[in-house]
Structure formats: structure tokens, C-alpha cells
């Protein structure tokens, strides 16, 4: 069993920068995908990003909404995933989910993936 536990949301005026940080506990499989995914009120959950690790690491995904801005990484010594956002924009507020795939496959879909955790709230004022 894989527990998630996602911290570092808030607050933050446009044009700012915050870094969501994912601690991951329990067995995963040798390959697996983290995915990074937010929902704001009445909209569809959207993935914001997507890296491949484990024994077939290192592919990555962005959307086109993100892109430049927002940046998947590892620290491998706190077994966490972090994502820097930076120049954040209103449209960017949501509740923020980081995500674990049993798949070595770089991917969008929420149904890709099979462990969450509970979200934390960025919120971006203009």
C-alpha cells in the first residue's frame, strides 16, 4: 500500500512562486509514474505534470498551460516529488493532488493512476 501526503500550498499574488512537495510511503513497484493534478471549483481534475521513475525513469510531461512555468523533480534523499511553480497565475488556483501509477508510462489521465493524496489549496490573487 503507497501513502501520498501532499504539503507547501497557499496563498501567493500573481506573478509569484510556491513549491508543492509530495512524501511518498509504502512498497511501489521497480517502474512507476508521478503525476501532479489539480481541480478548481467545477471544473475536471487536469494534469499539470508527469515523470517516469524507478528502472525506467526520467521521462516527462507538461501541458501546454504550464509549460515553462511549473517543474517536476525528485529528491531522491526525503523519497519526495516537488513541483516549483513559478509565475503563478489566478487562473492557476485550485486544489493541487499529487498522484502514483503502477506504469512506467508518462501519462495525463486520472484513471492511470492508482494512489492520491488528500490535495492542498493554491490559491493565486491578481
Known amino acids: 500500500q503507497v501513502q501520498l501526503g501532499e504539503s507547501g500550498g497557499g496563498l501567493v499574488q500573481a506573478g509569484g512562486s510556491l513549491r508543492l512537495s509530495c512524501a511518498a510511503s509504502?512498497?511501489?513497484?521497480?517502474?512507476?509514474?508521478m503525476g501532479w493534478f489539480r481541480q478548481a471549483p467545477g471544473k475536471e481534475r487536469e494534469c499539470v505534470a508527469s515523470?517516469?521513475?524507478?528502472?525506467?525513469?526520467?521521462?516527462?510531461y507538461y501541458p501546454d498551460s504550464v509549460k515553462g512555468r511549473f517543474t517536476n523533480s525528485r529528491d531522491n534523499a526525503k523519497n519526495t516529488v516537488l513541483l516549483q511553480m513559478d509565475s503563478l497565475k489566478p487562473e492557476d488556483t485550485a486544489v493541487y493532488y499529487c498522484?502514483?501509477?503502477?506504469?512506467?508510462?508518462?501519462?495525463?489521465?486520472?484513471?492511470?493512476?492508482?494512489?492520491w493524496g488528500q490535495g492542498t489549496q493554491v490559491t493565486v490573487s491578481s
Open positions: 515523470m517516469s521513475l524507478g528502472r525506467r525513469g526520467g521521462d516527462t
Open positions: 509504502g512498497r511501489t513497484s521497480s517502474s512507476y509514474i
Open positions: 498522484a502514483l501509477g503502477l506504469t512506467s508510462v508518462v501519462s495525463a489521465h486520472v484513471e492511470r493512476y492508482n494512489y
